[in-house]
């Protein structure tokens, strides 16, 4: 009897073999298109990337074996190829795009696809859409709540953020490192014209500075006789983070929290909307008398802030907001639609309605993104508002057009060759007054780091994107450059730069395009892209360290503001070696021939441990263009000799340079409020923002400002602030 169950339990064992020997060899595709069954809806220019489990046979990948077709079953004139990695088909639409609402296609997979071990796809595939021209609107409660709650079904709401500001962010125009300064210092922006919010903003006369929850207005000239002349003072729900100033009004944000239907004695899973109102708030002054300032408007938006832009008399404001959906499984019936309100129309809470939330067909993403335009000009015009449901992780504007970039993770299943690492779709919107219109999409490879990392030049996209992840030997990270045309079908690209490395900056000036990529040695990448349809590599630098911001000096110079690196072995034999920062470094790049690009001087500061906000935010760069004076925050450490990766405290302050084509980098001085003996950094003597008005440069801490006379740089005056 026992000999008979080993038996059994044996051959068991071998059907359960053979069974998982057969599964986990056959063809299949594994995009998340797989597991959708419910008609799905698509913009006309829609291209299809499907991914399969395996390697495939590239002759069996043709019109015969993939087709799209009508509902009449007519085959459609698209295009059909097999994608670098072997494993993703590519579909591409018809040359004028797909017919918009055609009652409906079909993409169909024959089994007549085969992977390279031989194996066909065990069954015809076929997935059924349909096509619009523009995005989708929810249009009804139900809808809405279906989408959530499919989210949860699917989990998805593990891979989404909270209400978290992500960033704040170059085109046709001139970069806006190419304008002549005026009498006084501007914010360092990425596009000549467009605005970004800062901490600090300067009329020429006053400085008006987030400090400790309120806004100053200090009278800033003459330099000898600083003073504050009024304070902003706000309720404790409210934190300012953000200004602008447009002529006579200065337009302050930030978040905004407050707790709603808190007396009505129910939990959250009874309400009918979120018990909490997190949003984006602008507060907006006229501030011609300084003294006494004049509330106009507020206006508040549900999320976080993504990013902010000030463009000819109109305030563009981003939000994102993730809702509480899990609501969903006690109260279907639950409202998760983002408000607003505005003080032009009312005080009152609205959300919005439904027939004006849009969504992008590919995204399962449950986060809103808010697009809100305030007119300066007509403070009493209705505050353009447009909702989409999706969201964005970084955005670029220009004098036209808005684009979103949105990480687009697909889920679908991880192995062991294969990681989780997200692509990027683009969302082109039109700027027309106070109306934001969606134009196109499009995906590309990779993530992008930042604003920089996008740009508009003739009517052409540019972007540049890492893919995968450094230091991942089995797949390592590659990094790419996309152009796209006016309706952003891709024209050209670079792939496969530095694999193994990440992109840490990148820089679009006119037709030439430099890249930042970092393992251990900084890769400096000069791109021609003058032929938008064959970009070409021109030349490569490699050098220690790396350069978190890229600053344009002239046409043939430019600027890498970052770190100074150190490589260490890492213990253990196949360990990665260890990287650590040797201090902020400057690098003066002379790129006039494009071919062999060089470091034509460099500036490290200070060791292990030195910083400057300057190296994650371009804000905090005072460039002085007429006398070629740059001028940043900076903390030093000085590392210990004999110590691995001990440093100690140096300095605290901010430095001064002049750099030059010819000349190149030369320190003209320091600021501090520092104490001589200090041996730690203190929050209150940090200088945060540099700025010019005539001939002095105000250094601002928390608690003080003085002005220093630029021929000697000698104090001319300070003022302790309340």
């Known amino acids: 009897m026992r000999r008979k169950w080993i038996l059994i339990g044996g051959m068991a064992l071998i059907l359960i073999l053979i069974v998982s020997f057969v599964f986990g060899t ?113 249009g009804s409660k139900e809808k809405l709540n279906a989408y959530f709650l499919q989210l949860l079904k699917e989990g998805q709401k593990y891979f989404s953020g909270r209400d978290f500001a992500v960033s704040e962010q170059s085109s046709n125009e001139k970069s806006a490192a190419d304008t002549a300064g005026a009498d006084f210092s501007e914010t360092n922006v990425q596009v000549q014209g467009i605005d970004e919010a800062d901490l600090v903003k300067t009329d020429g006369t006053h400085i008006f500075k987030i400090s400790e929850g309120k806004v100053q207005i200090i009278k800033a000239v003459p330099a000898d006789k600083m003073e504050v002349d009024s304070v902003l003072t706000f309720n404790s729900s409210f934190s300012p983070s953000h200004l602008f100033l447009e002529e006579n009004q200065l337009i302050v944000m930030g978040h905004s929290y407050k707790e709603l239907a808190k007396n009505q004695g129910k939990t959250a899973v009874d309400l009918m909307i979120a018990p909490a109102f997190q949003s984006t708030k602008a507060i907006v002054y006229n501030v011609q008398n300084k003294q006494q300032p004049k509330l106009l408007r507020e206006i508040e938006i549900e999320g976080s802030l993504l990013a902010s832009r000030l463009m000819d008399g109109k305030v563009y404001m981003v939000t994102s907001h993730y809702p509480e959906f899990w609501i969903l499984e006690k109260n279907e019936n639950a409202d998760l639609r983002p408000r607003y309100s505005d003080t032009a129309k009312n005080r009152d809470l609205e959300a919005i309605d439904y027939n004006e939330i849009q969504y992008f067909p590919d995204s399962r993403n449950a986060n809103y993104t808010n697009i809100a335009v305030m007119d300066l000009e007509g403070p009493e015009a209705d505050l353009g508002i447009t909702t989409y449901l999706g969201s964005g992780t970084e955005l670029f504007m220009s004098k036209n057009n808005l684009y979103l970039a949105v990480s687009n993770y697909h889920y679908e299943p991880i192995t062991e060759d294969r990681v989780f690492s997200p692509d990027t779709s683009i969302y082109k919107f039109n700027l027309n007054g106070r109306k934001v219109e969606f134009q196109n999409t499009a995906e590309v490879n990779g993530t992008v780091l930042n604003q920089f990392s996008m740009d508009e030049y003739k009517g052409k996209f540019r972007i540049v994107t890492t893919k995968g992840r450094a230091w991942d030997d089995r797949n390592p990270s590659s990094n790419n450059l996309y152009i796209l045309d006016e309706n952003l079908k891709q024209i050209g690209q670079l792939e496969d730069l530095a694999r193994g490395e990440r992109i840490y900056s990148a820089r679009f000036m006119n037709d030439r395009i430099y890249m930042v990529t970092f393992k251990e040695t900084d890769p400096l990448f000069v791109i021609d892209g003058s032929n938008p349809k064959k970009p070409v590599v021109m030349g490569e630098l490699k050098i220690p360290g790396f350069s978190n911001y890229l600053h344009p000096l002239d046409e043939n110079h430019l600027i890498g503001f970052g770190h100074n690196t150190k490589v260490m072995a890492g213990k253990g034999s196949g360990n990665q070696p260890i990287i650590t920062t040797e201090g902020v470094k400057i690098s003066l790049f002379d790129v006039s021939d494009m071919n062999n690009p060089i470091e034509k001087d460099t500036e490290i500061i200070g060791g292990r441990g030195t910083y400057s906000p300057l190296n994650y935010d371009h804000k905090a760069l005072l460039f002085h263009k007429k006398k070629n004076l740059f001028a940043f925050p900076i903390t030093v450490y000085k590392s210990v000799e004999d110590s691995q990766f001990e440093s100690r405290f140096e300095f605290q302050g901010a430095y001064v340079y002049r750099i030059d084509a010819n000349e190149g980098i030369q320190q003209k001085t320091t600021f501090t409020y520092q104490e001589t003996d200090a041996v730690y950094e203190e929050w209150e003597n940090s200088i945060e923002r540099l700025i010019y008005i005539g001939d002095h440069i105000y250094a601002l801490s928390p608690k003080r400002i003085a002005a220093y006379h630029m021929e000697g740089y000698s104090k001319t005056g300070e003022l302790k602030l309340p």
């Open 26 to 138: 056959r063809l299949k595709i594994i995009s998340d298109l797989a597991g959708k069954s419910e008609e799905l809806i698509v913009l006309k220019d829609k291209v299809w990337e499907v991914e399969f489990s395996k390697e495939l046979d590239a002759q069996s990948v043709n019109s015969q074996t993939v087709y799209v077709s009508d509902q009449d079953g007519k085959k459609q004139d698209v295009g059909v190829s097999l994608d670098r990695d072997k494993k993703t088909v590519l579909v591409q639409p018809p040359k004028n795009g797909y017919k918009v609402n055609f009652p409906h296609y079909s993409l169909v997979f024959t089994t007549g696809i085969k992977a390279e071990s031989g194996r066909s796809l065990n069954r015809s595939f076929e997935a059924a859409f349909t096509v619009k021209e523009t995005l989708p609107t929810i």
